[in-house]
């Protein structure tokens, strides 16, 4: 039969129509899909190492009475930097190699604010400095002096955060000056969090007192919007501890979710962002990064270079320590 080309625009129409409509359909299963997945799994919380399982309980409370993920991740990771037997964050971390504690943190909320502090001094709580950055000042980042005048005009107390048992580790490396980060002692790693919470908004967490006996004024990834932690409420969150400046020339956290946003599962994400450190940074077998990531629909993930990274997931089944996956085998 010859088709005229009022038929031939009319049957091409009709099949372009029947195509979207299949397309519309295939999207609203799978938006269905999400919705349930997601509904099952929130809230939950993720945070980095042991220190994470105090810190969870801490974000919990909030979550399990329906409380925002931004109040969450705050009051979690509050718990670590409160706790002076804990020598990589808050007070009682290792002190620079002039024996200074210097702090850094950073939070981002579910519209994409974030607040961030860097080289803070003499404040117990820079996790909370950095909230009131992100909620009273039109900036994102504050650093040294000026963060710590902007913290005790906030109403902060200023607090000597180089306990006796720091002071005694630092007094006994000046013997030697030797600057040599050990892989996964916990002398150089951060506290990050992220958290999904009742409503589906995501937030997340990172603080730290940075690698112990650094050299005055060194800032990590840890306040570093992207590097050390990203938030995005359409796609996922991503933390990182470690090795800082590995996470900062990868821009890691960011990287994870621009990976999820196409299509990778959290997991999957984290383990190309280690990827990227392996292609490149050539030395990258000297150091430990470790990896955290949570997508919309509640899903984790967690990767890292060496061997002895965990992290702690608090969800409807309790609050659990996980050994993450490893690119570099024994």
């Known amino acids: 039969m010859k088709l005229s080309r009022r038929n031939f625009i009319s049957k091409s129409t009709f099949v372009t129509i029947g195509s979207l409509l299949t397309l519309n359909s295939i999207t609203a299963k799978e938006f269905a899909e999400t919705k349930l997945k997601a509904r099952k799994n929130k809230p939950v919380v993720i945070s980095t190492w042991s220190h994470g399982v105090a810190a969870n309980e801490a974000a919990w409370e909030v979550l399990k009475n329906k409380g925002k993920a931004i109040d969450a991740v705050e009051k979690g990771v509050m718990v670590t930097e409160a706790d002076e037997d804990n020598s990589s964050v808050g007070i009682g971390g290792f002190p620079d190699r002039d024996g200074k504690v210097t702090l850094d943190a950073c939070v981002m909320d579910e519209t994409g604010n974030a607040g961030s502090v860097s080289f803070l001094q003499h404040i117990v709580h820079p996790i909370s400095v950095a909230r009131l950055v992100m909620d009273k000042t039109p900036h994102v980042m504050l650093s040294g002096e000026g963060a710590f005048q902007f913290a005790i005009e906030s109403g902060f107390k200023k607090t000597n955060l180089l306990t006796e048992k720091a002071k005694k580790a630092w007094e006994k490396w000046k013997v030697k000056s030797e600057y040599e980060p050990v892989i996964n002692i916990e002398n150089h790693d951060t506290i990050g969090m992220v958290a999904l919470d009742s409503d589906g908004n995501l937030s997340g967490a990172c603080t ?33 501890t470690g090795m800082g400046e590995l996470v900062m020339k990868t821009m890691g956290s960011f990287l994870i979710v621009e990976f999820m946003r196409n299509g990778l599962s959290p997991q999957e994400a984290c383990e190309k962002a280690i990827d990227r450190i392996k292609q490149k940074l050539p030395d990258y077998k000297n150091f430990q990064i470790g990896y955290l990531a949570i997508n919309k629909q509640g899903e984790t993930g967690a990767y890292s270079i060496h061997k002895g990274f965990n992290y702690a997931k608090y969800n409807k089944k309790g609050n659990n320590l996980i050994d993450a996956g490893h690119l570099l085998k024994d």
């Open 208 to 240: 730290t007192s940075g690698l112990a006996f650094k050299m005055h004024g060194r800032v990590g990834d840890s306040p570093i919007i992207g590097a050390g932690m990203f938030v995005d409420n359409e796609v996922g969150a991503a933390v990182a």
